[in-house]
């Protein structure tokens, strides 16, 4: 009965900022890795940022050098801060979780409704 709860979506103008926070909740396991992803319309949900235990970070390619992904381990929280948004960012915004037995959401379960971000030009 774990929970995922993204915030921190909204409307900005491209070049603007945003972070998005993602607290987990519930029978949690150790937390191993974090990650981000985004889903656009029309289009697969992509993988965005990942960290793992000892704060190793990996970026797609579209967003290196904008966004950074940190965490607080203690509250189970983790964040993503946006930067120089670009409308090309516009998605639906989902995290998850690593624990013991793997990957908590996956391929063939629900995402949950995510944290919408809206970039304008």
């Known amino acids: 009965q774990v929970q995922l709860v993204e915030s921190g979506g909204g409307v900005v103008q491209a070049g603007g900022s945003l972070r998005l926070s993602c607290a987990a909740s519930g029978n949690i396991f150790t937390i191993t890795a974090m990650a981000w992803y985004r889903q656009a319309p029309g289009k697969q949900r992509e993988l965005v940022a990942t960290?793992?235990?000892?704060?190793?970070?990996n970026y797609a390619d579209s967003v290196k050098g904008r966004f950074r992904i940190s965490r607080e381990k203690v509250k189970n929280t983790m964040y993503l801060h946006m930067d120089s948004l670009k409308p090309e960012d516009t998605a639906v915004y989902y995290c998850?979780?690593?624990?013991?037995?793997?990957?908590?959401?996956?391929?063939?379960?629900?995402w949950g409704q995510g944290t919408q971000v809206t970039v304008s030009s």
């Open positions: 960290i793992v235990s000892n704060g190793i970070t």
């Open positions: 998850n979780i690593k624990v013991p037995y793997g990957w908590y959401r996956t391929n063939s379960s629900s």
